[in-house]
């Protein structure tokens, strides 16, 4: 199985600011995904990242809110642009493991939007 | 798009007990998943099983790809299996892992 990490693993930030959520992954992958875990819900995928081209981005969310880079096989970044507190939530990447058909997540980071 | 409804929502168990976690899908799914998220938050790869049964120590899954339905069963409880189980489920044909997330059931064993 993959192992993946995330930094930061919380943050506080205030109104308007905006922060970059990395993700590494110790092996390469094609495919790297973002969720979305808002407090006490369910994970909500907010977009795929394809190494070498644009991310695809689900319904409700756009790149110029959430721009993500992928500039190569291990390693992600997700930015959570001009937040307001309804962006406090856990974002979570995750790979598949196509071997094994399942997916991999990190561990978490914890936002917090004052 | 395809809607995951699990239960029950909440469930309380003394430890030892057995526990039946039920995952219903709207549509056709070519790929089956249950996660347990422990009390930090992070999420675990429990099963993949887009149809039949599997069997991991004190966990086993059932999924009914033709009545879209899907059973985690938890046996002889302990502690450590508090948290929220989720099923996540792709589409048939997305063609990769696009996974669309349960609603959860929270599980709580107390000692």
């Known amino acids: 199985s993959a192992v993946i990490s995330q930094k930061p693993s919380r943050d506080i930030c205030q109104r308007g600011t905006s922060l970059t959520i990395q993700c590494q992954v110790d092996?390469?992958?094609?495919?790297m995904f973002w969720y979305r875990q808002q407090p006490g819900q369910s994970l909500t995928l907010i977009a795929t990242?394809?190494?070498?081209?644009?991310?695809?981005?689900e319904s409700g969310f756009v790149i110029d809110k959430f721009p993500i880079s992928r500039p190569n096989l291990t390693f992600s970044t997700l930015t959570v642009s001009n937040m307001s507190p309804e962006d406090s939530s856990i974002y979570l990447c995750s790979v598949e493991d196509r071997r094994t058909d399942t997916q991999y997540f990190g561990p978490g980071t914890r936002l917090t939007v004052l | 798009g395809i809607q995951v409804e699990q239960s029950p929502p909440d469930l309380i168990l003394q430890e030892g007990a057995n526990s039946t976690l039920r995952c219903n899908f709207s549509d056709s799914v070519n790929n089956l998943q249950w996660f347990h998220q422990n009390p930090w938050g992070q999420l675990i790869n429990l099963f993949y099983i887009p149809s039949g049964t599997k069997q991991n120590g004190r966990l086993s899954a059932t999924t009914v790809a033709t009545e879209r339905y899907s059973l985690l069963y938890i046996s002889s409880s302990q502690t450590t299996d508090s948290g929220v189980y989720f099923c996540a489920v792709e589409r048939w044909g997305t063609g990769f892992q696009k996974l669309v997330f349960g609603t959860g059931t929270r599980l709580l064993v107390s000692p």
């Open positions: 092996s390469q992958v094609t495919m």
């Open positions: 990242a394809n190494q070498g081209s644009e991310a695809t981005y």
